[in-house]
């Protein structure tokens, strides 16, 4: 059993330490119906999201909320947050109350619950986009980024990348294309190239619905 408990990955998450236990060998098996218990640790709002971790038994999650009432309600209490792992990106529930989570982080996690691929081939393509939010911290690109379907995630030719306020970033933030490469292994897992290097995307949301922003 304790194999279980290494190398393996909820998709959406950050998953913190290897440490083999019952609670997070359930998230990162991610059986549809099975659920944990969890603390948050914060939930920031940006650009109609809740930036939202949260804290295990030996492990955290990072992850992509939308910020309606409902979700607010959910992540805002100080009685422990039930996690479901019965929709794509994992459900948060307290009491009557369930949010769905809206995207995905940490996508070398993400990339880890893939099939392992063996090829040398760097997957690139043209990423179309702009920029919808901004703060200190972050920048959301929205628009066309190919490849996001090798990780797992239906971007459907309009997703937001996140991305980080670095000096690599200012290129491709500053831009509306970009090259996109996705890498089957290493620290870089899809990545916006500029002359300056290459920008690491460090999560991606669906885009807001009306049925998302409902109390």
């Known amino acids: 059993m304790r194999g279980l408990c290494i190398g393996l990955a ?7 330490t290897s440490a083999c236990n019952p609670s997070k060998t359930k998230m990162q ?8 218990d969890m603390t948050v640790t914060q939930a920031k709002p940006r ?10 038994d030996g492990f955290t999650l990072r992850t992509w909320l939308p910020a309606s009432e409902l979700c607010q309600r959910v992540v805002s209490a100080e009685a422990p947050v ?17 949010c769905e989570a809206i995207g995905i982080a940490d996508l070398r996690e993400w990339r880890n619950r893939r ?19 901004q ?30 306020n670095t ?13 996109i490469e996705y890498f089957h292994g290493g620290r870089n897992v899809l990545t916006l190239s500029s002359s300056e290097g290459r920008c690491n995307i460090e999560g991606l949301i669906r885009p807001l619905s009306g049925a998302d922003v409902q109390p």
């Open 47 to 56: 650009g109609g999201y809740l930036d939202t971790e949260l804290q295990g």
């Open 29 to 36: 098996l991610g059986i549809p119906g099975t659920g944990v």
């Open 135 to 164: 703060d200190e911290e972050v920048s959301f690109l929205r628009g066309s980024f190919p490849l996001v379907g090798l990780l797992g995630f239906s971007g459907m030719g309009d997703s937001i990348a996140v991305v980080p």
């Open 167 to 179: 000096a690599l970033c200012q290129g491709p933030i500053g831009r509306d294309t970009s090259t």
């Open 82 to 98: 039930r996690y479901s792992s019965n929709s794509s990106y994992g459900t948060f529930i307290l009491g009557d109350d369930r």
């Open 115 to 133: 099939p392992r691929q063996t090829s040398r081939v760097i997957p690139s393509g043209r990423a179309s986009y702009g920029v919808v939010y």
């Open 10 to 16: 909820l998709g959406g998450f950050v998953l913190g």
